[in-house]
């Protein structure tokens, strides 16, 4: 009797066991972004698929606003210890993400979690911006951009211009005549720029392989300096400036917002802005056609280097269970499996984060239906990295663009000389690297 009883009772607890099992709720796994609209419309869309094909974890997605307030928000809830698993960071917060002391390096993460992962796959410009000094990667790459440059077709064969090519990109001297033309045609206005620190300064010397700051860009020392007050630069934000006298340049303001509008009211022919830009401009543009183009080079630039990235990747934060990062690692594989990348390039413009997905794509022949999405890709990895083209790594980068769009700024009303302007922003952007590495060091 006693040997029944004692079967009854494993049965029981067995029972009670698998029950709870069975039933148990699924771990949470917290995810902070900065994707708003459509972006975040696309950024849910893959949680679902996710949180669908599994259901040991359910990932919550939470759009904490622009980058700059979702960053800001992370590292609040990281001093109250209420921080998310993932937080997404621009990648002018890299540097300082590095160095925060509150990050499990994704590397590591995959590793531990028992994930193989091939990181030579990866596109090698997107890797190199959040790789550590030993070339391990800290952060999950996700949405990586570069800048290109929109023109709209219909203007440029008004003004008896034929399109561009998607190979080799026009000089700026070939631009600036054919502006001219397309102003004298009626126009109200050539060429407009997004972001004009990271295309017309950042990508721009990146492309020349002109360095940005000493120091490889940041990346061998805390110790860096600004070095944008070099003539290159200079000269380029001078030709910039001599071209508004003519309208062939006009100021639309630091971000996206005013030049895409601009450009989109058919007030510009020319538009430079990031890839992202794709899937905005398909959906706002109904009545003329447009076409994407490599940036402009020098003349004096046979072998033009690589663009570099923008956009932001995914930071996985200390201090959650060992079980909760085995859920962070399987949707962090999840999102870069060939599937969900191939949906969010098509979806957003944004880049393929790996060869393997490019590769898919266009077996399957989705860039001969959309060349232009192809455009950027190709732009960014037509050269090897060297050490002045794999992109910035400085401190308070945030607080230093800022600087740099005030002194643009300051050029383009007639306040200063593209000289003073740059000898400016070097001066008071070297001022905020000395308090970042006297934090740091």
Same mark, same amino acid.
């Given at each position: 009797m006693m040997? +029944?009883?004692v079967?009854?009772s494993?049965?029981?607890a067995?029972?009670?066991?698998?029950f709870?099992?069975?039933f148990?709720?699924p771990?949470e796994i917290?995810?902070w972004?900065?994707?708003r609209?459509?972006?975040?419309?696309?950024?849910?869309f893959?949680? !679902?698929?996710?949180?669908?094909s599994?259901d040991?974890?359910?990932?919550?997605?939470?759009?904490?606003g622009n980058y700059?307030?979702?960053?800001?928000?992370?590292?609040?809830?990281i001093?109250?210890?209420?921080?998310?698993?993932i937080?997404q960071?621009f990648?002018?917060g890299?540097?300082?993400?590095?160095l925060?002391?509150?990050?499990?390096?994704?590397y590591?993460?995959?590793?531990d979690?028992?994930?193989k992962v091939?990181?030579?796959d990866y596109?090698q410009p997107v890797?190199?911006?959040y790789?550590?000094?030993?070339?391990n990667l800290?952060?999950?790459?996700?949405n990586?951009?570069?800048p290109?440059?929109y023109?709209?077709?219909d203007?440029?064969?008004?003004?008896?211009?034929a399109p561009?090519? !998607?190979?080799?990109?026009?000089?700026?001297?070939?631009?600036g005549?054919?502006?001219?033309?397309?102003?004298?045609s009626?126009v109200?206005?050539?060429?407009?720029t997004a972001w004009q620190?990271?295309?017309?300064?950042?990508n721009?010397?990146?492309?020349?392989n002109?360095?940005f700051?000493?120091k490889?860009n940041?990346?061998?020392?805390?110790?860096?300096?600004?070095v944008i007050n070099n003539? +290159?630069?200079?000269?380029h934000?001078?030709?910039? !400036?001599?071209?508004?006298g003519?309208k062939?340049f006009?100021?639309?303001?630091?971000k996206y917002q005013?030049?895409?509008?601009?450009?989109i009211a058919?007030?510009?022919a020319v538009?430079i802005?990031s890839?992202?830009?794709?899937?905005k401009?398909k +959906?706002?543009? !109904?009545?003329f056609t447009?076409?994407?183009?490599?940036?402009?080079v020098?003349s004096?630039?046979k072998?033009?280097?690589?663009s570099?990235i923008?956009?932001?990747?995914?930071?996985?934060?200390?201090g959650?269970?060992?079980?909760e990062?085995?859920?962070?690692a399987?949707?962090?594989?999840?999102?870069?499996?060939?599937e969900?990348?191939?949906?969010w390039h098509?979806?957003?413009?944004?880049f393929p984060?790996?060869?393997?997905a490019?590769?898919s794509l266009?077996a399957?022949?989705?860039?001969d239906e959309?060349?232009?999405q192809e455009v950027g890709i190709?732009?960014?990895?037509r050269?090897?990295?060297? +050490?002045?083209?794999?992109g910035l790594?400085?401190?308070y980068?945030?607080q230093?663009?800022?600087i740099?769009?005030?002194?643009?700024?300051?050029v383009?009303?007639?306040s200063?000389s593209?000289q003073?302007a740059?000898?400016s922003?070097?001066k008071?952007?070297n001022?905020?690297?000395r308090e970042?590495?006297k934090?740091?060091?």
């Amino acid at each position: 009797m006693m040997k +029944k009883i004692v079967i009854m009772s494993a049965l029981v607890a067995l029972a009670v066991f698998t029950f709870g099992e069975a039933f148990a709720k699924p771990l949470e796994i917290h995810w902070w972004h900065a994707m708003r609209s459509a972006r975040g419309e696309t950024c849910n869309f893959m949680i !679902k698929k996710f949180n669908e094909s599994q259901d040991k974890y359910v990932v919550i997605g939470t759009n904490k606003g622009n980058y700059d307030e979702t960053v800001n928000a992370g590292i609040a809830a990281i001093r109250a210890k209420k921080h998310p698993h993932i937080l997404q960071s621009f990648e002018v917060g890299t540097q300082t993400m590095m160095l925060s002391g509150a990050i499990y390096p994704v590397y590591e993460l995959m590793a531990d979690a028992g994930y193989k992962v091939d990181w030579d796959d990866y596109l090698q410009p997107v890797l190199s911006y959040y790789m550590n000094a030993d070339g391990n990667l800290m952060s999950m790459p996700f949405n990586s951009s570069t800048p290109v440059m929109y023109y709209n077709v219909d203007l440029f064969k008004k003004a008896g211009l034929a399109p561009l090519s !998607k190979e080799k990109p026009v000089t700026w001297d070939e631009l600036g005549d054919m502006l001219k033309k397309i102003v004298a045609s009626g126009v109200t206005g050539g060429m407009v720029t997004a972001w004009q620190s990271w295309t017309q300064i950042e990508n721009y010397s990146a492309i020349h392989n002109i360095p940005f700051a000493s120091k490889a860009n940041g990346y061998e020392g805390l110790d860096c300096e600004l070095v944008i007050n070099n003539d +290159k630069v200079v000269n380029h934000i001078a030709r910039l !400036k001599n071209w508004m006298g003519d309208k062939r340049f006009f100021y639309g303001g630091q971000k996206y917002q005013g030049p895409k509008s601009e450009f989109i009211a058919q007030n510009a022919a020319v538009y430079i802005d990031s890839i992202s830009g794709i899937a905005k401009l398909k +959906k706002a543009v !109904k009545d003329f056609t447009w076409d994407v183009a490599p940036l402009p080079v020098e003349s004096w630039m046979k072998e033009p280097q690589n663009s570099i990235i923008g956009g932001a990747s995914n930071w996985v934060l200390k201090g959650h269970s060992k079980k909760e990062y085995e859920g962070v690692a399987a949707f962090l594989a999840f999102l870069a499996t060939n599937e969900m990348q191939e949906y969010w390039h098509k979806e957003t413009g944004y880049f393929p984060i790996t060869q393997s997905a490019y590769r898919s794509l266009k077996a399957k022949g989705y860039y001969d239906e959309q060349p232009y999405q192809e455009v950027g890709i190709k732009q960014m990895t037509r050269r090897i990295p060297t +050490k002045i083209s794999r992109g910035l790594r400085l401190g308070y980068f945030i607080q230093i663009r800022n600087i740099i769009n005030e002194e643009l700024e300051l050029v383009w009303n007639d306040s200063k000389s593209p000289q003073e302007a740059m000898d400016s922003a070097v001066k008071r952007s070297n001022q905020k690297l000395r308090e970042f590495e006297k934090t740091y060091k």
